[in-house]
């Protein structure tokens, strides 16, 4: 089992940046990929970017520039530096962790709590 915490939200003015922090604890393995995710009132949750363990990134386009997915791997921490930010930001995000060993096909993937973001003036 994974345990899986979010933090970092908060409230934002238009252009605003903020840095969200995704802390996993417990049998992670040493395949990883780190997702992070939002949701927004009345809408589905839609994929952000994610992290492999060989630093692999990717972005969804309306993130492009202007957040940045990394990772501590010593402390099994993943970060979102979310810079630019605008009203449409304004969600729910979620940190996606999914783990599993090299010899197994398909992983375990755990979900945080969720951590909120408010873009606004």
């Known amino acids: 089992q994974v345990r899986v915490v979010e933090s970092g939200g908060g409230f934002v003015q238009p252009g605003g940046s903020l840095r969200l922090s995704c802390a996993a604890s417990?049998?992670?393995?040493?395949?990883?990929?780190i997702s992070w995710y939002r949701q927004s009132p009345g809408k589905d949750r839609e994929w952000v970017a994610h992290?492999?363990?060989?630093?692999?990134?990717n972005y969804a386009d309306f993130v492009k520039g202007r957040f940045t997915i990394s990772r501590d791997n010593d402390d099994h921490v993943v970060y979102l530096e979310m810079n630019g930010l605008q009203p449409e930001d304004t969600a729910v995000y979620y940190c996606?962790?999914?783990?599993?060993?090299?010899?197994?096909?398909?992983?375990?993937?755990?979900w945080g709590q969720g951590t909120q973001v408010t873009v606004s003036s």
């Open positions: 417990g049998n992670i393995f040493s395949i990883n990929i």
């Open positions: 992290i492999t363990s060989s630093d692999t990134t």
């Open positions: 996606n962790w999914v783990t599993r060993r090299p010899s197994h096909d398909i992983g375990s993937t755990f």
